[in-house]
């Protein structure tokens, strides 16, 4: 078992809809949480950053974390074409400088 | 533009061959990543700098990839002989910790360098 797990998808929507976005971990060390978009042929971009569990509402985008279940989302609202891209989950278990363990990412299509 | 530099952005190389990236960070930022990401999979760690000190490095970095980054600055990653398995994307990320212990992990990333080895 990795110890991050997201579904590939491909996940299709239609424009305005709300897309729920998740990923599953084993590493009860995690602490840190976070979300990155990646268009194609380009770097991941930081969309989210949340510490240990709760909700953390940014625009559009809400992110949860519940440790318990060693479970976290990313809802999009009035999900646009823009949006189209590759998502990301990342986790640390906060050590200075440690590396982040992503998921393999799941690739969203929005259409209008 | 003030975000993290890759060049050169695409690198097509023979088996064998030795290649070396760049990557010029965010001017403020101490610490610098470079990961390693195949097509469907998420990015994996290979190494990073603390200012000039290489302090982490994978399990994935083997003896033929080498990482410098003098003077705290820009950074080099060199991969020598490559093999088809070496095709990827290369990421770089910089982050700005302002101590040395700060746990500090909102990396930004560079646009990558595909390899492609033939």
């Known amino acids: 078992q990795k110890e991050v797990e997201q579904d590939p998808g491909p996940l299709s929507v239609p424009e305005g809809a709300i897309v729920s976005l998740n990923c599953t971990y084993s590493?009860?060390?995690?602490?840190?949480f976070m979300w990155y978009r990646q268009y194609s042929r380009k770097g991941p971009e930081l969309l989210m950053y949340?510490?240990?569990?709760g909700n953390k509402e940014d625009g559009r985008f809400t992110a949860q974390v519940d440790k318990s279940s060693k479970y976290i989302s990313l809802f999009i609202r009035d999900s646009q074409p823009s949006d189209s891209a590759t998502y990301l989950c990342?986790?640390?278990?906060?050590?200075?400088?440690?590396?982040?363990?992503f998921g393999k990412g799941t690739t969203l299509s929005v259409s209008s | 533009d003030t975000g993290v530099s890759q060049d050169p952005r695409h690198k097509i190389t023979k088996r064998g061959q030795n290649v070396t990236f760049r990557c010029d960070p965010i001017?403020?930022?101490?610490?610098l990543y470079w990961y390693r990401q195949t097509l469907g999979q998420g990015p994996e760690f290979l190494t990073y700098?603390?200012?000039?000190?290489?302090?982490?490095k994978s399990r994935l970095l083997s003896d033929r990839f080498s990482a410098e980054r003098p003077k705290g600055s820009f950074s080099t990653l060199e991969i020598q002989r490559t093999e088809q398995g070496d095709s990827a994307m290369y990421l770089c990320?910089?982050?700005?910790?302002?101590?040395?212990?700060?746990?500090?992990?909102?990396?930004?990333f560079g646009s990558g360098t595909q390899l492609s080895v033939l």
């Open positions: 949340t510490y240990s569990s």
């Open positions: 990342a986790m640390s278990d906060g050590q200075a400088g440690t590396a982040l363990i």
């Open positions: 700098f603390q200012n000039e000190a290489q302090l982490e």
């Open positions: 990320a910089s982050s700005l910790a302002r101590r040395a212990s700060e746990v500090n992990e909102k990396l930004f």
């Open positions: 590493n009860s060390a995690f602490q840190y």
């Open positions: 001017s403020e930022h101490n610490r």
